[in-house]
């Protein structure tokens, strides 16, 4: 009976989430259109804040399994919401994110975290933490330049956390599918910074709610595809003298559909890569991940130098 539940939860997130766009697209469509620029992927105007659909649908459906947590995000969603509409400041944006991940790390779960240690080192390892966290929060954000690359990956993470740990974020992969019907290749809906600041601090939770460091590091090694492509570029501008903060097109992704690639082929490609991580992990445990980790990060290198754009120095 419970398993029917849960079933019932996850369908009905995912219909509320695909049907709740129909009302919120005239509203999105005032709002928030998202023009093409010089940097975008897309060349004509959408919506964008259609992330509002997961992240409410998402919420209420962990608030009936009893899940409270995700109550904490909403202030990064808010924040990306208003950004959407009007750009803040980035320090505004960044304190929001520092104040949700210290609360995230105050109240994980992880039972390493949770153990007596020395001060020093337990303070060194929150400060750590925290960078790594927004750091999470801020590379997906900026994965979120196609078509489904960003809700295809997360999805995938989502259901791999499930089964493994817990089934109480379960709402969210539904409510994550319902919008994908919107966001698939040609996007009629965008997510926005509402919609992918939120996904990146539910990465978060999700990867420091981990039991124990073996499965942190399975989960971030799962969601490696959609972190180690700006981490690359980050090295690469930083070595070229390029402005970090700066918006521009060149992340993998982003070089890939600039050589050809369609948007639905170069997101499956993530989200592919995803999957095969986290079934490898499910299957084989974490020595065989770190050999997939690999293998993907390798086939990442050869689509940078074979198949993509070259990177502009």
Same mark, same amino acid.
């Given at each position: 009976?419970?398993?029917?539940?849960?079933?019932?939860?996850?369908?009905?997130?995912?219909?509320?989430?695909?049907?709740?766009?129909?009302?919120?697209?005239?509203?999105?469509?005032?709002?928030?259109?998202?023009?093409?620029?010089?940097?975008?992927?897309?060349?004509?105007? !959408?919506?964008?804040?259609?992330?509002?659909?997961?992240?409410?649908?998402?919420?209420?459906?962990?608030?009936?399994?009893?899940?409270?947590?995700?109550?904490?995000?909403?202030?990064?969603?808010?924040?990306?919401?208003?950004?959407?509409?009007?750009?803040?400041?980035?320090?505004? *944006?960044?304190?929001?994110?520092?104040?949700?991940?210290?609360?995230?790390?105050?109240? +994980?779960?992880?039972?390493?975290?949770?153990?007596?240690?020395?001060?020093?080192?337990?303070?060194?390892?929150?400060?750590?933490?925290?960078?790594?966290?927004?750091?999470?929060?801020?590379?997906?954000?900026?994965?979120?330049?196609?078509?489904?690359?960003?809700?295809?990956?997360?999805?995938? @993470?989502?259901?791999?956390?499930?089964?493994?740990? +817990?089934?109480?974020?379960?709402?969210?992969?539904?409510?994550? @599918?319902?919008?994908?019907?919107?966001?698939?290749?040609?996007?009629?809906?965008?997510?926005?910074?509402?919609?992918?600041?939120?996904?990146?601090?539910?990465?978060?939770?999700?990867?420091?709610?981990?039991?124990?460091?073996?499965?942190?590091?399975?989960?971030?090694?799962?969601?490696?595809?959609?972190?180690?492509?700006?981490?690359?570029?980050?090295?690469?501008?930083?070595?070229?003298?390029?402005?970090?903060?700066?918006?521009?097109?060149?992340?993998?992704?982003? *070089?890939?559909?600039?050589?050809?690639? +369609?948007?639905?082929?170069?997101?499956?490609?993530?989200?592919?890569?995803?999957? !095969?991580? +986290?079934?490898?992990?499910?299957?084989?445990?974490?020595?065989?991940?770190?050999?997939?980790?690999?293998?993907?990060?390798?086939?990442?290198?050869?689509?940078?130098?074979?198949?993509?754009?070259?990177?502009?120095?």
């Amino acid at each position: 009976m419970e398993n029917y539940y849960l079933a019932l939860n996850i369908i009905s997130c995912a219909l509320l989430s695909g049907l709740s766009l129909f009302y919120f697209y005239p509203f999105l469509c005032r709002y928030t259109l998202d023009f093409p620029n010089q940097r975008s992927s897309h060349i004509k105007p !959408v919506p964008s804040s259609g992330g509002i659909s997961f992240v409410l649908i998402g919420t209420l459906g962990c608030l009936t399994l009893g899940e409270l947590r995700p109550l904490a995000l909403i202030p990064i969603a808010i924040t990306g919401f208003i950004d959407d509409y009007i750009k803040l400041p980035a320090i505004l *944006r960044y304190m929001v994110q520092l104040i949700t991940c210290i609360w995230i790390i105050i109240y +994980s779960q992880n039972a390493i975290l949770n153990s007596n240690s020395n001060f020093i080192s337990f303070i060194i390892l929150i400060l750590f933490l925290l960078f790594c966290s927004t750091a999470i929060i801020n590379f997906t954000n900026f994965m979120d330049g196609i078509d489904g690359l960003v809700a295809g990956c997360v999805a995938v @993470i989502l259901l791999t956390y499930s089964y493994l740990y +817990s089934d109480s974020y379960l709402p969210f992969f539904g409510a994550i @599918i319902g919008f994908l019907f919107w966001n698939w290749s040609p996007a009629k809906i965008f997510m926005g910074d509402l919609g992918s600041t939120f996904l990146g601090a539910l990465l978060v939770e999700i990867i420091i709610n981990t039991p124990d460091y073996k499965n942190l590091i399975a989960m971030i090694l799962i969601s490696i595809p959609l972190l180690l492509d700006p981490i690359f570029t980050l090295i690469l501008r930083i070595k070229y003298k390029q402005p970090i903060f700066q918006a521009h097109r060149s992340h993998l992704y982003q *070089r890939l559909c600039l050589s050809g690639l +369609s948007h639905a082929s170069v997101s499956l490609i993530y989200i592919c890569a995803t999957l !095969v991580n +986290s079934l490898v992990f499910i299957n084989f445990g974490l020595s065989i991940t770190f050999l997939t980790s690999l293998i993907i990060i390798c086939t990442g290198f050869y689509l940078n130098k074979k198949v993509a754009k070259p990177f502009s120095i």
